[in-house]
């Protein structure tokens, strides 16, 4: 597991929540229906930052406890290599999500993703249930992350109570197919329709230091569209995606990693910027661009996250 470290002191004038140092990478988040051991198994060789091991809308009615069974098995028996373990459960209120939880935490999953969240007491809940299976287990407290997928309307309209809702939620992910259906959308290839969603999600996330991660592009054998969903996702200030199929995780890991063009005009604009700061000079040019503050922070983004994903 990567970490993200060495945010430099620039950070410390930020008004706004920096993100957690210790945040993991998920640049590439693939989905595996979790009751197909097969799938698991291949899922765990394939490079993905976070594999997650479903319950939800990747498995059949009929096969839920199929499922709890054999993710159960697979966390125990696989090594998933230096992917992030991560399990989604039902949703808080299907009637599924504790048996979801209580027949699968023995294998001590690293993060739980609980999706269609609406309200900070959905996570209320899930927070408590993993706070009881870490002391009864033995392990460290607040050691299993949480995950929130918002995908309805309440859900966006509810952000702000739902991503300050405990310090253990480290990520808010976009659902947009799901949102689509709840407003009565139709989805098209621009994306507009979820656009209000999809920025709200983001900027709540940064509000509150937490990471997003982006909505999964349905077509699988379309390459070329993925890789610009992901960049589109990237320039918003996503840092992941969620993925279905193992295509998708070598493009997604590319378009979150910093290019060698990008990390070298970060490198020039924080070293401009030092140079500039000695002689007392605030803002100033840099081929023939205003450089200020937000730039320069910006860019020690794009050098954390080149080094998070071990470029430099
Ligand atoms: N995880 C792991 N392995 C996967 C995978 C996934 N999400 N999707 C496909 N594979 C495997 C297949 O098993 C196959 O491996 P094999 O040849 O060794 O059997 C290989 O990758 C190629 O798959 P392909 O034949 O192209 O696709 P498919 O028809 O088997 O599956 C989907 C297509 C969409 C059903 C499948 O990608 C899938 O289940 N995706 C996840 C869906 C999901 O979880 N949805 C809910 C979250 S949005
Ligand atoms: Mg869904």
Redesign the pocket.
């Known amino acids: 597991m990567a970490i993200l470290t060495g945010y430099d002191a620039i950070f410390t004038n930020s008004n706004s929540l920096t993100p957690n140092p210790t945040m993991r990478v998920r640049r590439s988040l ?4 979790g009751d ?1 051991r ?3 198994e ?2 765990a060789t ?1 490079g993905a930052d976070v594999v997650c091991l ?1 319950m ?3 498995v059949a009615l009929s096969q839920k406890a199929a499922a709890r069974e054999s993710i159960r098995q697979a966390l125990q028996s696989i090594n998933f290599g230096r992917s992030e373990r991560m399990i989604r459960i039902n949703p808080y209120g299907s009637g599924l999500e504790t048996e979801d939880l209580r027949l699968t935490i023995s294998g001590r999953p690293d993060s739980v993703l609980l999706p269609k969240v609406e309200s900070a007491e959905a996570l209320h809940w899930l927070d408590a249930q993993l706070t009881a299976a870490e002391q009864a287990n033995g392990w460290p407290a607040g050691g299993i992350e949480m995950l929130a997928l918002v995908e309805t309307a309440r859900g966006i309209v509810n952000l702000k109570e739902i991503a300050s809702a405990t310090p253990r939620l480290t990520a808010l992910i976009f659902g947009a ?1 799901d949102l689509a259906s709840d407003i009565g959308a139709v989805r098209t290839p621009e994306a507009w329709e979820v656009f209000y969603a999809r920025s709200a999600v983001v900027t709540h996330a940064a509000a509150f230091g937490l990471q997003a991660i982006d909505m ?1 592009f349905v077509d ?1 054998n379309d390459t070329e569209g993925l890789l610009r969903e992901c960049r589109q996702g990237m320039q918003m200030g996503y840092s992941g995606k ?6 998708q995780i070598a493009p997604a890991n590319e378009a979150f990693t910093p290019d060698d063009a990008a990390i070298a005009r970060a490198r020039r604009i924080v070293e401009a910027f030092e140079q500039h700061q000695a002689t007392g000079v605030g803002a100033f040019a840099l081929d023939g661009k205003m450089v200020d503050m937000p730039v320069v922070k910006a860019a020690q983004q794009v050098l954390a996250k080149a080094r998070a994903a071990g470029r430099s």
């Open positions: 693939l989905f595996v229906p197909s097969r799938k698991i291949k899922a394939l479903d939800e809308d990747g197919e999964v699988f969620q993925l279905i199929h193992p295509n």
